[in-house]
């Protein structure tokens, strides 16, 4: 079937097309949102999130950055450390604290290896049964250190981009505490202590907006495709099932079915002559 | 008559068959088919900002897209009348069903962990896959099958050609040819080869016109069949010797790339070929035996190339594929019906992007148990299709149907070697035997001519009656 055709076949059918598009507007909206009946409510699947960042450098008192003949290395050492330090459990609730956000939905993650062989890179099974676990987790964060470089960067996100700044800007602050409580404890010499310094303020915006309203297109479209393509077959079934003539199983001459489902004149088969 | 595929007279019209038509489409889809064997189509992208991609295969698709819609609203009314097999497009539809849905049911996840952006790029991949599949299956006729299988022969046969001159110079002559043809519009990415003075124990990187020595290995291996059954329908000994050398050259394309697939692809697509007509293809043999010696000779000589394959790097490789399987166990117990959703693996993701050296694997992973049955059925469907006019005696109907349907199963072979949908040649190149399968099992009958009124003038004593003229 042609496409004119299959348009031609869809007009004559256009009642039920019209309902196709009403399911397929009822499939995209429950793609995209929870329905409630008691109380009616419909809230969106679609999570709308904000990002932002934050960086740190880990430094010297009197910074070792601006030093030509300072050694870095150590103070990328701790930068590692300490980026898996913020992804700990007690550094996550002293984060979620002071950002104001619900400590039991922040995860945080990091820092990836981005150098190494592919095989020592992937997640193990047990690595990715507890990213899993925390895949739900509306409020996020990441940390990346740059091999050899005493940086930390803090990815943040969070419903909105307020919350999304306050959970990046928390970072620093609550790494420069932790820190200056155990220069305190230890009772590190003053010389030896190592600074974390903010580098800028933390930034964000809203990054995923639209994407429920994309989804909801597709699934609407898909659906609305799909009934269409039924509706082609459902009227060819039709049709024969109105040309069957119960008693004439076709034999009489007249409107029959050709091998291709067309009806048009078959003329009536021809009597043998008779012999004179 | 030809060797083993008698003649046998049918109702198929050979009237305004490609080449000999004016008919657009088929000639869109010849040049479709030379894109993807001589232009490295995924290395361009044209200079035009699109949300999605603009890489230059998209574009093209599209075209063809408006071609085959205009054609269909405003054309002439083809003279033949085609009935394609019950169910071809199962297999299409309940894939792209499934893959929506796998979207559909993971919304909250997909957008809270960013993975839409991706997601949305694998979609647009997909629906420029489903559109060219169906445009091709509605525009190809069973007259044109044995042409077009001819085209894909010698389209393979000079990839071939390109790629062992690219293993043996490191010069990639589709990238540059490209990059001089397209520099004004658009941008082409270096080519990947590293085929000279690799260190010891790395593999090469052989790609011809694609993006990965796996994906040109599968596309030969895919286009194999064809140049061997061509030469076991040649009339003659000098065109089955010439189909016989062209397959050597395939065959010797394949296995430079050194890689394990460029070894397996090929010898199930000719498995498959002696399996279902083996008197006809054992034929061959000896002229098969002789040319393979000179195509050795030729080329260099690609033992080295195999025993390549049993290096440290492709040790690594077999490593890495078996650690792939208890990893995505997790995920598949959290989502075994439709996985985590189509296209939501992402590359940029260092904390979970794993490649699947499967597919299929990739396939359960992201859209579960029933993306994973919808997958096998976009696979197997042609081949059910196919499977009544396989050994067909028809020569424009079996020979072709062979080819494409042992195409296709070599394309379900290369998918369980790597992740054949992120290099989009085979893919392509699958879609289009895929079509060549449902043609040949098609029924094709003429349309009549419509009625014309007399041209002669009567006289005026006549009356045009329904009982005829008085």
């Known amino acids: ?276 | 008559m030809e060797a083993g595929f008698a003649a046998r007279s049918d109702a198929v019209s050979t009237a305004d068959a490609w080449p000999h038509t004016r008919r657009p489409m088929p000639w869109l889809l010849a040049g479709f088919l030379v894109m993807i064997f001589l232009v490295p189509f995924e290395a361009i992208h044209l200079d035009v900002s699109l949300p999605v991609s603009s890489d230059l295969d998209r574009f093209v698709v599209a075209g063809l897209v408006a071609a085959f819609a205009l054609g269909g609203l405003i054309g002439n009314r083809e003279r033949i009348v085609r009935s394609r097999p019950r169910g071809w497009a199962t297999g299409l539809i309940a894939f792209a069903f499934v893959t929506v849905a796998s979207i559909a049911v993971n919304v909250d996840r997909i957008t809270n962990l960013g993975e839409w952006e991706v997601a949305q790029k694998r979609l647009a991949v997909l629906a420029a896959l489903i559109a060219f599949a169906v445009v091709v299956t509605l525009t190809l006729r069973v007259a044109e099958l044995r042409k077009f299988a001819v085209l894909i022969a010698v389209l393979a046969t000079i990839t071939g050609s390109a790629t062992i001159i690219e293993q043996r110079t490191g010069t990639n002559l589709f990238y540059d040819v490209a990059t001089e043809v397209f520099d004004p519009i658009a941008t082409v990415d270096p080519a990947p080869t590293s085929a000279v003075g690799v260190e010891l124990g790395d593999r090469p990187m052989v790609v011809g016109p694609t993006r990965h020595a796996l994906s040109v290995a599968s596309m030969l291996g895919m286009a194999l069949p064809f140049a061997v059954v061509l030469a076991a329908v040649a009339p003659s000994l000098r065109g089955r010797l010439l189909w016989v050398l062209a397959a050597c050259v395939i065959v010797t394309a394949t296995l430079i790339t050194q890689r394990k697939s460029g070894a397996v692809v090929p010898a199930f697509a000719l498995l498959a070929l002696f399996v279902l007509r083996p008197r006809q293809l054992l034929r061959l043999a000896p002229v098969g035996i002789v040319a393979l010696a000179i195509g050795l000779v030729l080329s260099g000589g690609a033992f080295n190339s195999v025993s390549g394959l049993l290096n440290s790097a492709d040790a690594d490789s077999t490593a890495g594929r078996t650690s792939d399987y208890p990893a995505v166990v997790p995920d598949l117990l959290s989502n075994p019906l439709l996985g985590r959703g189509y296209g939501t693996l992402d590359s940029s993701r260092g904390d979970i992007y794993r490649i699947f050296d499967n597919q299929y694997l990739g396939q359960l992973y992201q859209t579960g148990a029933l993306g994973l049955m919808a997958f096998l059925a976009l696979i197997i469907t042609p081949l059910v299709v196919v499977r009544s006019v396989l050994r067909s005696d028809h020569p424009l109907r079996g020979p072709p149907a062979l080819a494409a349907g042992a195409g296709c199963l070599a394309f379900g072979v290369s998918t369980a070697l790597y992740d054949v949908l992120s290099f989009l040649g085979a893919p392509y190149l699958f879609l289009f035997l895929a079509a060549m399968c449902t043609c040949a099992a098609s029924v094709e009958v003429l349309r009549p001519a419509p009625a014309r009124a007399p041209s002669v003038r009567l006289p005026r004593h006549y009356q045009l009656t329904p009982e005829g003229l008085r």
Not at chain 1, 56 to 79: G, H
Not at chain 1, 137 to 163: C, G, H, K, M
Request: aromatic share 4%; charged share 20%; proline share 8%.
């Open chain 1, 1 to 276: 079937m042609n496409l004119a055709r299959t348009l031609a076949v869809l007009w004559r059918r256009r009642v039920l097309v019209a309902v196709g598009v009403l399911v397929a507007a009822v499939a995209a909206t429950l793609s995209v949102s929870q329905v409630s009946l008691a109380p009616p409510s419909l809230e969106s699947r679609a999570n709308v999130f904000a990002a932002a960042s934050s960086e740190m450098l880990v430094d010297t008192p009197d910074s070792a950055v601006a030093d030509v003949n300072a050694e870095l290395t150590p103070l990328s050492t701790r930068a590692e450390v300490f980026t898996r330090f913020l992804t700990s459990t007690d550094a996550v609730d002293r984060i979620a604290a002071v950002a104001g956000v619900p400590a039991d939905a922040l995860e945080a993650r990091g820092p990836f290896q981005i150098n190494l062989p592919e095989a020592e890179r992937v997640p193990t099974a047990e690595e990715r049964s507890s990213q899993i676990i925390g895949e739900d987790a509306v409020y996020r964060l990441r940390f990346e250190s740059p091999p050899e470089l005493p940086l930390i960067t803090a990815f943040s996100q969070a419903p909105t981009e307020d919350e999304a700044v306050a959970l990046a800007a928390a970072v620093p602050r609550v790494l420069q505490g932790y820190v200056r409580a155990a220069q305190r404890r230890e009772q590190t010499p003053p010389a030896r202590r190592v600074t974390i310094r903010e580098l800028g303020q933390a930034e964000g915006a809203v990054v995923n907006e639209g994407a429920g309203v994309q989804i909801a297109v597709l699934v609407f479209l898909t659906v609305l495709v799909g009934w269409c393509m039924l509706l082609i077959p459902a009227h060819t079934i039709a049709r024969g099932w109105r040309e069957i003539d119960p008693e004439d199983e076709g034999f009489a001459p007249g409107p029959h079915r050709n091998g291709h489902g067309s009806a048009q004149h078959v003329p009536p088969p021809r009597q043998p002559e008779k012999a004179s």
